[in-house]
T-cell receptor, first 112, second 115 residues
Framework: KNQVEQSPQSLIILEGKNCTLQ??????????LRWYKQDTGRGPVSLTI?????NTKSNGRYTATLDADTKQSSLHITASQLSDSASYIC???????????FGDGTTLTVKP | DAGVIQSPRHEVTEMGQEVTLRCKPI?????LFWYRQTMMRGLELLIY????????DSGMPEDRFSAKMPNASFSTLKIQPSEPRDSAVYFC?????????????FGEGSWLTVV
C-alpha cells in the first residue's frame, strides 16, 4: 500500500530560525513529489515539485530535497517568518500522475 | 489569472438535502480534481478528469456522490442525499497538460456542514 509519512507532526520555532520537515514514502513506481503549504482556512499552495531525476529544488526561502533511493524528502525553511505558520503537506504521485498519496502534514508555528 | 474558482464557499444544509458544489478551473488547464479534506482523514482524492473525461473515480465514497464535467470550464460535485458524515472541506483543483511535471492549483474550498 502506498504511504506517505511526515514528521514531525507539529513544530514550534522562533521567528528567524531555520527548520527542516521530513517526508518518507513507499509509493512505487515513483513519478513526482510535491510540497504544499496550506494556511488555515485556505487551499493548499504548491511550493515545489520534483521528479525522479531532481534532488533539490528551491522556491525563495524554501528548499526541498529528494533522495529517490531511500524514498525520503525534506523541506528546509530558512530564516522563518510569522507568515510561515501553516500546514506543510508532502504529496507523492506514482505512474498515474492524477492519483496522489498525501501525507498528513506538519503543522508549523512560528512565534515572535 | 483568477485561479480555480469554487462556489459556494460555505454551505450549511440539513441531512437528506441535495448539495451541489461548483468549480471553474483555470483556463487552459485540462485536468480537474475533486478532493475532500477532514481532520480525521486529511486530503483525499475523490475523482479526477482529463480533457473533461472522468479518469478515476475510485475515491468517490458511495453512490450518493456524483461528479460531472460538461465542458472544459465547469465541473460539479453533487451529494444526494447528504449525511452529517459528509461534512468536510471540498477542494477543486486543476492542472495544465503534463500534470506529472506541473503544479496542481487548488481553489479555496467549499466548506460543507450537514446537520
Amino acid at each position: 500500500k502506498n504511504q506517505v509519512e511526515q514528521s514531525p507532526q507539529s513544530l514550534i520555532i522562533l521567528e528567524g530560525k531555520n527548520c527542516t520537515l521530513q517526508c518518507n514514502y513507499t509509493v512505487s513506481p515513483f513519478s513526482n513529489l510535491r510540497w504544499y503549504k496550506q494556511d488555515t482556512g485556505r487551499g493548499p499552495v504548491s511550493l515545489t515539485i520534483m521528479t525522479f531525476s531532481e534532488n533539490t529544488k528551491s522556491n525563495g526561502r524554501y528548499t526541498a530535497t529528494l533522495d529517490a533511493d531511500t524514498k525520503q524528502s525534506s523541506l528546509h525553511i530558512t530564516a522563518s517568518q510569522l507568515s510561515d505558520s501553516a500546514s506543510y503537506i508532502c504529496v507523492v504521485s506514482g505512474l498515474d500522475a492524477g492519483k496522489s498519496t498525501f501525507g498528513d502534514g506538519t503543522t508549523l508555528t512560528v512565534k515572535p | 489569472d483568477a485561479g480555480v474558482i469554487q462556489s459556494p464557499r460555505h454551505e450549511v444544509t440539513e441531512m437528506g438535502q441535495e448539495v451541489t458544489l461548483r468549480c471553474k478551473p483555470i483556463s487552459g488547464h485540462n485536468s480537474l480534481f475533486w478532493y475532500r479534506q477532514t481532520m480525521m482523514r486529511g486530503l483525499e482524492l475523490l475523482i479526477y478528469f482529463n480533457n473533461n473525461v472522468p479518469i478515476d473515480d475510485s475515491g468517490m465514497p458511495e453512490d450518493r456522490f456524483s461528479a460531472k464535467m460538461p465542458n472544459a470550464s465547469f465541473s460539479t460535485l453533487k451529494i444526494q442525499p447528504s449525511e452529517p458524515r459528509d461534512s468536510a472541506v471540498y477542494f477543486c483543483a486543476s492542472s495544465p497538460p503534463q500534470m506529472g511535471k506541473n503544479t496542481i492549483y487548488f481553489g479555496e474550498g467549499s466548506w460543507l456542514t450537514v446537520v
